[in-house]
């Protein structure tokens, strides 16, 4: 046999084997153990042009029908498919976005359906404006009590820059500052963070707000008994009378003005034989208020030498 006749059965061995490796592959792809398969696929944008801005519609993923060899599928489950959507052509308003797959990673795979098969975009021109900062208090019982003088806001404006929809509402940016009466009378600085709608950025977002916080007062008179702790002590008289000021939101707030308490010093301790003392009444005061009388300042102690309480009035 000749070296020539022998290079051809070569050939043709090789020729055989590639085609039957083929015909499995094919047969593998196209005709064994085909699955259907449902596939979620991430949505990534691009192209958007710098002056809009997509407000509603967006959508992060999408659903995808397949079918195909199973362990194609298997394998292309172990993946993260992605669809990139093209913003270019995006103009104010609704804008119809319909998907497509002109073309899978692999011919064996069919697409079938695409749920949803597109996405209305909605899209709105940003809108860049510079608004004046106004402060007001934070809700407070006192608030409607409290007066803002010298008040100075730095920088006085900011910009605002957002869909034209929620900018153009807007008129002013506001700072919200504590109501605490604790500041009367007293120059304060802080900085502030600005409230704003959402979906807006503001430059700056803090600015510095300097003021002198003034309180509307009203003047108040209470009654309040005075009652030892010890048992065998009688206070002479056994009550007083409180002439207080407080900030004219909490007048008539009777939880407020009933932390106004009368009581005796700790250390008030009158002797045994009966013999009375006097000592100066104490009164605690709740936040904001203020004391302007206490009538009378004195009060009498005596010890009952039999150990008997009593009291009486002056």
Not at 181 to 204: F, H, N, R, S, Y
Request: aromatic letters at 4%; proline letters at 8%.
């Amino acid at each position: 046999m000749s070296s020539k006749t022998e290079t051809k059965r070569i050939y043709w061995r090789y020729l055989l084997a590639a085609f039957l490796l083929a015909s499995g592959l094919w047969y593998t792809l196209n005709a064994k153990d085909q699955v259907e398969r449902m596939i979620e696929v991430r949505l990534d944008y691009r192209g958007l042009p710098p002056n809009l801005v997509v407000t509603d519609g967006q959508l992060n993923k999408i659903s995808v029908r397949v079918r195909g060899p199973m362990e194609l599928l298997r394998a292309g489950a172990r993946e993260d498919p992605s669809y990139t959507v093209d913003l270019s052509g995006l103009t104010p308003g609704d804008n119809i976005i319909p998907f497509a797959f002109g073309s899978t990673p692999t011919r064996a795979f069919e697409v079938l359906e695409i749920i949803p098969s597109r996405m209305i975009l909605h899209v709105e021109r940003i809108k860049e404006v510079k608004l004046p900062v106004k402060v007001r208090f934070r809700a407070s019982p006192v608030s409607s009590s409290l007066r803002l003088t010298d008040l100075t806001v730095t920088p006085p404006t900011v910009t605002i820059r957002g869909p034209a929809s929620v900018v153009d509402p807007v008129k002013e940016i506001w700072a919200e500052i504590p109501a605490d009466v604790l500041g009367e009378d007293k120059e304060l600085t802080d900085d502030v963070a600005l409230l704003a709608p959402a979906g807006v950025e503001l430059v700056p977002r803090v600015v510095k707000v300097q003021r002198t916080l003034d309180v509307r007062r009203r003047t108040v008179t209470l009654q309040r008994d005075i009652v030892a702790e010890d048992e065998s002590v009688t206070v002479q008289p056994s009550h007083c009378t409180l002439t207080v000021s407080v900030p004219r939101s909490l007048a008539r707030d009777g939880n407020y003005l009933a932390q106004f308490q009368v009581s005796l010093p700790a250390d008030a301790d009158p002797p045994e034989d009966g013999t009375p003392v006097k000592t100066q009444l104490q009164v605690s005061t709740p936040q904001g208020g203020r004391i302007v009388r206490v009538s009378p300042e004195m009060v009498t102690l005596v010890r009952s030498p039999e150990g008997h309480s009593g009291s009486s009035g002056e």
